[in-house]
Nanobody, 119 residues
């Protein structure tokens, strides 16, 4: 399984970014983030069919996960960004059918893409 995340950058608070994750498989996908000095945390996941979606409470209503299987890409649209969203964002894949939140349930990981939100 190959995953390639992109789309990070510097944005002002209240702004938007869209992260992309190119994937070689049609698996259940997740986004996680890790801020400096903090543990990796779940952000969002979408199952292989796109029917089931889950969000962390901290991003619900601001972030949207989606997938375009014709392009083998999973997206994370991030709106109303806050300084506390600053982190390295990682996409991950799991063969599980349902959406999952635990990092240990994901067997494949892409490299991180850095998101910095200035106040």
């Amino acid at each position: 399984v190959q995953l390639q995340a992109s789309g990070g950058g510097l944005v002002q608070a209240g702004g938007s970014l869209r992260l992309s994750c190119a994937t070689s498989v049609r698996y259940t996908m997740g986004w996680f983030r890790q801020a400096p000095g903090k543990e990796r945390e779940f952000v969002a996941s979408i199952n292989w069919s796109g029917i089931r979606i889950d969000y962390a409470d901290s991003v619900k209503g601001r972030f949207t996960i989606s997938r375009d299987d014709a392009k083998n890409t999973v997206y994370l649209q991030m709106d109303s960004l806050k300084p506390e969203d600053t982190a390295a964002y990682y996409c991950a894949a799991t063969s599980a059918n349902a959406v999952v939140r635990a990092a240990g349930d994901f067997g494949s990981w892409g490299q991180g893409t850095l998101v910095t939100v200035s106040s």
